[in-house]
């Protein structure tokens, strides 16, 4: 299913890059696998930055624990 629905997609984009008009139906239909893509690169940017805010936080406890160790 997800091999043909990629086949369908890249043939609509050759079609529209040769100049080849897209109906009602098929242009609608890009717009909104254009607007799929872009939410999943939110998604991922947004789950990126989640991630490097953890780090960040596990990072902060390992130094006050480092130094706590030190000054004792």
Do not use: F, P
């Amino acid at each position: 299913k997800d091999a043909a629905y990629h086949r369908e997609k890249m043939l609509l984009c050759k079609q529209e890059e040769a100049g080849i008009q897209l109906n009602a139906e098929h242009a609608d239909w890009r717009d909104d696998t254009d607007d799929e893509s872009d939410e999943q690169e939110l998604e991922a940017h947004y789950i990126d930055q989640i991630e490097q805010n953890d780090e960040d936080v596990d990072l902060a406890k390992e130094r006050e624990l480092l130094a706590s160790l030190i000054s004792k």
